[in-house]
């Protein structure tokens, strides 16, 4: 018979019992916990310190004495203390009402732990370059895609907007600069350890909890074949120990267009029209100019757009489950009417500890994207911004004209695409899931099996009825697209993780499989008997052109790591990968891929302890090859193309060579030599990373040129160098940290030179392509705008003897009095940056929370479309930006003068498209304990956000980010935003 537990036990049981069944018990019984917050070192008090209750989200910080008040559990729990600069420390309540702290000083975040590839390695252990976003970008700044949170956050990583628009996802991100000439420069995206093939736009920001940066090649190495462009690793939301936690944050924000460059009113635009070639206004141009009825078709094609976002989470878990759950709404209106985006994502995360030695866990999401729905048309010199002001929009009854110019028929109505019936969705499933052994009988020894598998389907169908003129001219109009992609990974990895003494051995080993499949079905229909089943209709259609792809390939890896280190001081880093790749040719179907790095941490040496100046420096030295995957899935196969001929009555199939097999094609190889430091100074209020690499990539795929006897002018080779160089610094700094008052910094700047070192094997360079040894990979090549001539200009003696005063001056560069392409072209400038940078500054003053981030691009020049002629031909068919024309009684050198061949070379106008943008700015409200306490929350935050406030430059066309400058205009972003925990 067992004997019943003492009374002070069974009152503890009946105490937990209470605590199981009435959480609320856990805010009834609380006492008022207090105390001093101090620097062991000085003895004084450390304001602004974090005070939280472990596992619930309650917390305050220090007042300017550093002291504290917090309501808590009157015998149990653990206070948890945090402060930028020092350690994070715990500490039990067990039945005090006062606790003193002193927290001791950190160097660094050394021991943090960072996702590396197939791992994680503390930060003092890292031998590579391998950078963390900030995290106040990903926790606090609502984006669309991760992308945004990258902008001029990252050393030597930069984002172009090739379009603006809803969905934000046009962006290419490059890693230290282009190394391929045609091959892709994007880098490899991995998603809770397994490669993501998918969309920008299809990872929820919301979810993500850190995205960390490879660049060099022994960071990337890992990566094989396909690490060349560096590595982003991007890591999702866990589950953590404790009650369930239930979040919420929700945004909406108002959308502007940022910039639209003035183009001719409607009578300056007849006047210009009028000047250029006489008597061109046509009749119908003429009455609308009687009228004054003239539509404003940038206005028209463009709204106030908004932009909302929802998201509830809930996270917690045991010692053996833990879980985090979410859902996120995702609803876009773009500035451009009809330019919507939707997406809803849901995600598990789960980890489940089924033994001692056994773990399993899932990362899973389920997305749906809609698109649907066409914008209006801002497609270059036929869209709304470009379109003649001498037309007209809408017709009788007020629907847009299909015709808007009756005589020229050639153009489309810009609002027509509004009229389309879209449909465009996308399914997307990403399941990463693990079943992890470590092994009991030797301790360290653990072996994971990864599997990962990515379905996405998307469905497009359009139909363009008889109200438009593509509809109307192919009596109905219809296309439809259907798309599927399925990619699965079977990883085995072992790991073995052992602490010998002073010797700390981290093995990795890894065997690979990788399958993707695509494949495309479409159909275009013209010529229905009316418009009522729009794309529902394929079986009465009088023409029907079918159309569909395929594409399979498979990758097998095998990858062996190293880490060593001795005493914390002398770091070793040995990697190997083999790759095999399906598209490769059968002679280059495998490629080895070998990495090393060695580190220094010499603050750990005992002559660098009693150093009051220096509280972290680490020495780092890399070297490793990467390649570039860039060959198309059959791109080293004999291919053919369709060419039906007739035979008598009837049509028979035919077939054409497109391309030439090469079974000597492979990838592209990098070779990269790195050395980095990392520092803190002034007992780590200033810290820092800096990195100087260098580069050689060869065997570059390149389209060579070859005799066209087969019927086919070239055929891609690995051929052709080139090199890249650099230099990256990253700062972190507390600027000022006195009373309730802090202002830290995060700062970057980065720096690099790529040219072109061969070509072809020849030596010689690609003027067609502008592609020129010794230069950058994207150079300016063409003449150079000189000026205007003016009355009494030796004209006729002049390298243009047949102009007139007025039209555009070209330099003679070879000095033989004449203007030729092959002698007097020239490289002006290019597209690499002398520096890129970013600096994000937060002010912090009690529970109010200032965050600035402005970024910047320095060195780049471009052909600025918007001051060229573009289209504006003999007639005067477009409309046109406002210039500073030559006129006899305004005799500028600004702009030509507005006539027929005034520019007959077509020297572009070059001009700097530097920059510098506030790009954020975030106002925020962290409420207190007392009140959270109140309303039984564990965080409530109230938030105000500018994006894209202020653009300083240079360029005078729309954006000078942006790589389209006629299209869809870039917008400005007003949020207000709710952060809830509960």
């Known amino acids: 018979m067992r004997r019943l537990p003492s009374p002070r036990m069974r009152l503890a049981l009946c105490g937990l ?61 653990t206070l948890v203390f945090s402060f930028v600069g020092y350690n994070r420390q715990e500490v039990a309540i067990n039945h005090h ?63 172009d907007l090739n379009s603006a628009g809803a969905e934000q996802n046009d962006n290419a991100i490059d890693i230290r600069g282009p190394n391929s000439i045609l091959a892709t420069n994007k880098p490899l995206i991995v998603l809770d350890g397994v490669p993501y093939n998918g969309s920008i736009a299809g990872i929820n920001p919301s979810d993500i909890a850190s995205i960390e940066v490879l660049k060099d090649a022994s960071s990337a190495a890992i990566y094989g074949s396909r690490g060349s462009n560096g590595v982003i690793l991007i890591t999702t939301k866990k589950g953590a120990t404790g009650k369930p936690v239930i979040s919420y944050d929700g945004q909406f924000g108002i959308e502007d267009i940022a910039n639209l460059p003035p183009m001719l009113s409607p009578e300056e635009f007849y006047r210009f029209k009028q000047t250029r070639e006489p008597g061109s206004v046509t009749l119908s141009e003429q009455e609308i100019y009687d009228s004054k009825r003239f539509p404003d078709w940038p206005d028209l094609a463009t709204r106030q757009g908004n932009r909302s976002q929802h998201t509830l989470g809930v996270r917690g878990g045991t010692e053996n489950v ?81 015709y808007p110019w009756p005589e020229d028929v050639f153009f489309e109505n810009p609002l027509s695409p509004t009229l389309a019936k879209n449909v465009d969705h996308t399914y997307e499933v990403i399941s990463n899931n693990f079943l992890q052994v470590d092994f009991p009988f030797l301790k360290g020894l653990s072996y994971r099996l990864n599997t990962g598998v990515n379905y996405r389907n998307r469905d497009q169908s359009t139909y363009y009825g008889r109200n438009t003129k593509r509809g109307l ?36 080993g890894l065997y690979s499989y990788e399958y993707n499949n695509n494949k495309t079905n479409s159909l275009h229909a013209e010529g229905f008997p009316n418009d009522v089943k729009t794309f529902y209709q394929a079986d009465v259609a009088l023409l029907l052109q079918p159309k569909a792809s395929y594409t399979q390939t498979q990758l097998i890896s095998q990858m062996a790591r190293i880490n ?17 790749f399906s598209g490769f040719g059968s002679g280059e179907k495998y490629g080895f891929f070998p990495s090393a790095a060695i ?39 004999a291919l053919l193309d369709s060419r039906p001929y007739v035979n008598g009555n009837t049509t028979a199939p035919g077939y054409v060579p497109s391309s030439l097999a090469n079974p000597n094609l492979g990838w592209e190889t990098t070779n990269t030599a790195n050395i980095g430091i990392d520092f803190g100074l002034w007992q780590g209020r200033l810290q820092g990373t800096l990195d100087m690499y260098r580069s050689n990539t060869y065997d570059l795929l390149l389209r060579r040129r070859i005799s066209p006897v087969h019927g086919i002018t070239s055929i891609v080779q690995n051929i052709g160098k080139t090199n890249n160089k650099g230099m990256e610094l990253g700062l972190s700094s507390i600027n000022v940290q006195k009373g309730d008052f802090s202002w830290s910094t995060e700062a ?22 502008t592609w020129f040894i010794g230069h950058p990979i994207n150079v300016n090549f063409s003449y150079i705008y000189d000026g205007v001539f003016q009355e009494g200009d030796d004209i006729a003696n002049s390298p243009q003897p047949d102009a007139k005063p007025g039209y555009a001056k070209v330099r003679d560069l070879n000095g033989d009095n004449k203007i030729t392409p092959d002698g007097d072209r020239t490289i002006i ?24 981030f402005v970024r910047g691009v320095e060195g780049t020049n471009r052909s600025n479309s918007l001051l060229s002629d573009n289209g504006v031909q003999s007639g005067v068919r477009y409309n046109t930006v406002k210039k500073n024309w030559w006129t006899p009684e305004n005799p500028t050198n600004d702009f030509y003068a507005n006539a027929v061949g005034a520019n007959k070379n077509g020297a572009p106008i070059y001009q700097s498209d530097a920059f510098v943008r506030i790009q954020d700015i975030s106002l925020s409200y962290n409420f207190g304990a007392s009140v959270l306490e109140k309303l039984k929350l564990s965080r409530l935050r109230l938030y105000v956000e500018a994006h894209n406030l202020v653009t300083f430059t240079k360029w005078t066309g729309m954006d000078p980010e942006l790589n389209d400058q006629e299209g869809i205009p870039l917008q400005k972003e007003y949020m207000i935003g709710l952060n809830i925990g509960l």
């Open 17 to 77: 019992v209470m605590l199981l069944l009435c959480p609320a018990v856990l805010y009834a019984q609380q006492t008022a916990l207090q105390g001093t917050v101090t620097d062991p070192a000085t003895s004084e008090p450390l304001p602004g310190v974090s005070v939280g209750l472990k596992g619930t989200g309650l917390g305050t910080v220090t007042d300017g004495n550093g002291r504290y008040r917090l309501e808590a559990p009157a015998d149990t729990g």
């Open 97 to 159: 009402t006062v606790l003193n702290v002193s927290l001791v000083r950190s160097s660094s975040d050394l021991n943090e732990v960072v996702v590396v590839g197939y791992g994680t390695q503390k930060k003092s252990d890292i031998t590579g370059s391998v950078a963390s976003v900030d995290e106040q970008r990903l926790r606090d700044m609502p984006n669309t895609n991760f992308a945004q949170a990258l902008q001029g956050s990252v050393p030597g990583l930069s984002v």
């Open 322 to 402: 833990k879980y985090y759950v979410s859902g996120t709404y995702l609803g876009v209106k773009g500035v451009a009417v009809n330019d919507d985006f939707k997406r809803l994502s849901l995600r598990a995360n789960l980890e489940v500890k089924l033994s001692r030695w056994l773990t399993f866990g899932t990362n899973t999401q389920s997305a749906y994207l809609d698109r649907s729905g066409l914008p209006a048309d801002f497609n270059g010199n036929f869209g709304a911004y470009r379109f003649n002001p001498l037309t007209t929009a809408f017709d009788s009854s007020g629907a847009p004209t299909i």
């Open 473 to 508: 001219e192919a009596q109905g109009l219809m296309d439809q697209d259907n798309g599927f992609a399925n990619n699965y990974i079977i990883e085995n990895i072992l790991s073995f993780d052992r602490n010998f003494g002073d010797h700390h051995i981290y093995f990795t």
């Open 564 to 580: 060593y280190s001795y005493k914390d001081k002398y770091l070793l880093t040995l990697t190997g990968r083999r790759d095999g």
């Open 599 to 637: 580190g220094w941490n010499i603050m750990n040496e005992s002559f660098m302890k009693n150093s009051s100046l220096v509280s972290n420096l680490k020495l780092r030295l890399s070297y490793g090859t990467n390649g570039n995957q860039a060959v198309d899935a059959y791109g080293t196969l």
């Open 748 to 769: 970057n700047i980065s720096f690099y030179r790529n040219k072109i070192v061969g070509l072809y094997g020849t030596g010689g360079n690609d003027t067609a392509n």
């Open 829 to 852: 400038g290019s597209r690499q940056p002398s520096f890129i940078w970013g600096m994000g500054n937060t002010f912090k003053y009690k529970n109010l929370s200032l965050y600035v």
